[in-house]
Nanobody, 128 residues
């Protein structure tokens, strides 16, 4: 069973960068679809980026061109590199993992927010 644990959040100035990590203390993340999602105060949770076990990738429109999702299977970790951060990126960022037998496509995972396991989240605040 996957137990995602997020880290790497913090306070950053507009235009700055952060790298979030999603590590797993349970099963091998390499067999799972993994996604990053976020929820800002007063808003619904939204998808940011998803990566399949074949390394197929989907980005939300807000992430495209600024964020990069990647895997390091040796470290059992999925990363979200976030560049050119804006105040509107402020949110709690969650890592989700989709059970292999239930995974379809990265687009479905992101657009439909299909995840079987969720981390506790890490706060990202973009402010001057």
């Amino acid at each position: 069973q996957v137990q995602p644990v997020e880290s790497g959040g913090g306070l950053v100035h507009p235009g700055g960068s952060l790298r979030l990590s999603c590590a797993d203390s349970g099963d091998d993340l390499q067999y799972y679809g993994v996604g990053w999602f976020r929820q800002a105060p007063g808003k619904e949770r939204e998808a940011v980026a998803c990566i399949g076990r074949d390394d197929s990738i989907y980005y939300s429109e807000s992430a495209l061109g600024r964020f990069t999702i990647s895997r390091d299977n040796a470290k059992n970790t999925v990363y979200l590199q976030m560049n050119s951060l804006k105040p509107e990126d402020t949110a709690v960022y969650y890592c989700g993992a989709r059970f292999p037998a239930r995974f379809t496509t990265v687009q479905d995972m992101c657009v439909r927010q299909e995840s079987d396991y969720w981390g506790q989240g890490t706060q990202v605040t973009v402010s001057s």
